[in-house]
């Protein structure tokens, strides 16, 4: 649990944030965003990340690496015959912030973080009638639930990005997926991450030098246990009705992580 102390800190420090990035006055103790994880896929690989769950079932070797880089960018691949550990299911993911071949970056009850990437979505990657999602804030640990998942999802039929808090089932923003499909587009997203009604986040997203979404909520929950680890690729359900499951990728480059300090 996050003390009163704390979350008073918390807050002073998300609202000079906010000001500076809005454009509004800063006091002359306005926090800032330090630099904290600027990997190459290029120089790093793989390495970039705390952990790598390519195929953990097994499921279609033949398809292996389903996660690898090509140049400067990290590239997710997803067929209709690969299964997750659970079968009604399909995860092909990386998580957290690795700075070193022993060391990783922890996000903490008080802490602020923000990662910002450039995301490629094929039209071949839809919206589905069930989960799909390609970014997620956790707890790590088998069987825990998401935080923050960034989501392609079918509204009323039509295909839809958006950010959501599941803890409460709360919509951050929503846009059309189709007129971001086939190019790269910026993704910043931030979290200050507090327990109950102490945390909050905002997302960002971005076609050229066209803001598409800029969402936020506060008072919200943002932590489950010890701490939160953020994870990109593709996770979907089978459980989609719409027909639209079909061999496909995610490309990510230009990742950084900040911390607010």
């Known amino acids: ?9 918390l807050g002073a ?39 790598v769950e390519d195929d953990r079932a097994g499921s279609h070797p033949q398809g292996q690496p389903h996660i690898l880089t090509e140049g400067d960018t990290f590239r997710f691949h997803m067929h209709t015959v690969d299964r997750d550990t659970s079968t009604d299911r399909q995860r092909q993911e990386v998580t957290g912030l690795r700075t070193s071949g ?9 802490e602020t973080w923000r990662v ?26 088998t069987g825990t639930s998401p935080i923050v998942v960034q989501s392609l999802r079918r509204v009323s039929g039509v295909q839809t ?5 599941p803890l409460a089932d709360i919509l951050v923003g929503r846009t059309d997926l189709v007129p971001l499909q086939n190019k790269w587009i910026d993704v910043d997203f931030r979290i200050a991450i507090g327990d109950g009604a ?7 997203l971005k076609d050229g030098t066209t803001t598409v979404v800029d969402g936020a909520k506060s008072g ?6 010890d701490r939160v680890r953020p994870k990109w690729g593709i996770y979907r359900s089978l459980a989609d009705t719409s027909g639209s499951l079909q061999d496909t990728h995610l490309l990510l480059t230009g990742m950084r992580g900040y911390q607010l300090v």
Do not use: C
Not at 17 to 31: E, M, Q, R, S
Not at 120 to 139: C, D, E, N, R, V
Not at 198 to 204: A, C, F, N, P
């Open 13 to 51: 420090a998300v609202g000079g944030a906010v000001a500076a990035t809005a454009g509004l006055p800063a006091t002359a103790h306005a926090a800032g965003w330090k630099l904290r994880w600027s990997p190459s896929a290029g120089s790093d690989g793989l390495g970039a990340f705390e952990t």
């Open 220 to 225: 919200v929950d943002t932590l489950l246990v």
């Open 161 to 165: 990005i958006e950010l959501r808090l």
């Open 116 to 141: 910002t990437y450039r995301m490629y979505i094929p039209g071949s990657l839809k919206a589905t009638t069930s989960f799909t999602h390609i970014m997620q804030m956790k707890q790590p640990g």
């Open 102 to 110: 022993s060391s990783f970056l922890r996000w903490l009850p008080g």
């Open 198 to 204: 102490s945390g909050s986040v905002r997302w960002i």
């Open 1 to 9: 649990m996050t003390n009163p102390s704390r979350r008073a800190l």
